[in-house]
């Protein structure tokens, strides 16, 4: 009777301590799935994967590693201190192993293939018996398309390993080259009327052969100097310290509405998106979520915009369809199609811009907004000026001043269009006449703006000096 209670009691503490590993395995949320991401930061080239650190030492495909940046793999956490760390190469040797082979012995019409043992699979070197040529064995160096193999030969896989020191929860973090983001723009104007419409979409992009499932992710935009590169392979150890701090995963996956992306957040200069819910990406899918409708003001006019490097002479040309956009948040670069009353009338390549900052471009030719220019040499003087720093001699200037006729004409039949005029001129010192009061002078830039209604032209004329 004692004997049963006391294996009665043994079982019920046996079962009591496995309950308690399993519950603490599961809180942990171990993931060795490298195609189930914890926590991912989405860049605009790269993706940076945190997980809770699973079983050492963690094992890649070939597959997976080929979009892994080697040297970015380690350990972070709040109280994380790596003392070495392992990178290696490992794959089942074929050596000895059976393979059929085409043999010596076969003609132009007739192939044979006889079994055989791949001796050195690096070099293809085989070794068989042909009753053909031999009795006994021979040895020889097959290429590869000559090879028959039983089963899939084996792939690489890649095993890191760390020895490190902590007393809290400890993750992994690497770097991925196949998963990316960009802005996606959709710019609509309408009259003056109503106000423009832009529509901005993340676009992330899972460039690599598996599907991904998301738990949590971020977009950051702005300038950063992280790069995705693959350095040559070779087993190496190396102490690496490292301390940092994050917030551990959220729970496992369920079914969800559609991911929401949240306002962004400026951290470090860098512009951050949270995403609100897990999702995943499919291989060679671009997944796109709607990310935010900022107020924007936007401009249109026509622009001149003229190089002056001395030269004297007529030329003529068109103005450019020229758009000046400010929103109320920040945007990150991508490309930006854009739509006039519907019609689709071209696209740019936007920057990253911060709020309320005024970004201008252009999209081609505007046919109707025709401008000829004459600029000829009114004097010319040549004198010598000493050296202001001191030393001994003089420098030889010559002072040159220019006069300019401009014509600009409005060949549209019902629509007025605001002009920018520019001529960003080449010199030592520009200096615009005084007597002029519709140019201005910026730093070596002459510039003016006005209104041309349909069918109007306009003429105007200014004289700057140039010091050379």
Known sequence: MMKSVLFLYALIVFITVVNSFSHQKTSLNIISNHHVLANMKIYSNLAEIIQPLGKLPLEFSAEDWSDIR??????????????????????????????????????????KFIKAILIDEKRNLVKLTDKDISKDPIFFTASSDQIVYDEEPPQSKYYV??????????????????????????????????????????????????????????????????????????????????????????????????????????????????????????????????????????????????YFY??????????????????????????????????????????????????????????????????????????????????IGTQTRTETTYSVNLLVKNFKKTRSVKIEYEQLVQGQSVQLAKTNTVFTQDGSTIKTDFTLAAGDEKSLSYKFDVIN
Not at 89 to 94: C, D, F, W
Not at 95 to 108: A, F, G, K
Not at 322 to 347: K, P, T
């Open 70 to 111: 080697s040297d970015s793999v380690t350990l972070v956490g709040t109280n994380v201190t790596v003392t070495q760390q392992t990178i290696t190469e490992k794959k089942k040797s074929l050596n000895n192993v059976q393979v059929y082979v085409r043999s010596p012995s076969s003609s132009n019409t007739e192939t």
């Open 161 to 306: 390993n760390f020895t490190y020191d902590t007393t809290d929860a400890v993750y992994v973090s690497y770097l991925r080259s196949n998963l990316n983001w960009k802005t996606d723009y959709q710019l609509s104007l309408f009259d003056d009327s109503k106000s423009p419409v832009l529509i901005s979409m993340a676009n992330i992009r899972n460039d690599g052969q598996s599907k991904v499932d998301i738990e949590h992710a971020e977009l950051v935009g702005g300038d950063i100097n992280l790069q995705m590169y693959q350095l040559s392979y070779v087993t190496e150890a190396r102490s690496n310290p490292y301390y940092a701090s994050y917030a551990a995963p959220g729970a496992p996956m369920a079914a969800a509405p559609a991911p929401k992306i949240k306002q962004a957040e400026e951290i470090a200069s860098l512009y951050i998106y949270p995403i609100s819910q897990a999702f995943s990406i499919d291989a060679k899918t671009n997944y796109l979520l709607p990310m935010f409708r900022p107020r924007v003001t936007v401009d249109r006019y026509g622009s001149i915009s003229k």
């Open 310 to 391: 001395g030269n004297a002479g007529s030329t003529t040309g068109k103005a450019q369809r020229s758009y000046r956009l400010s929103s109320d948040r920040f945007l990150s670069r991508g490309n930006c199609i854009i739509r006039e009353s519907d019609r689709l009338v071209g696209e740019t390549s936007l920057p990253d811009i911060a709020a309320k900052d005024k970004y201008e471009f252009s999209i081609g030719q505007d046919a109707d907004i025709v401008f000829k220019e004459n600029i000829t040499i009114v004097t010319t003087r040549t004198y010598n000026e000493t050296n202001r720093r001191g030393s």
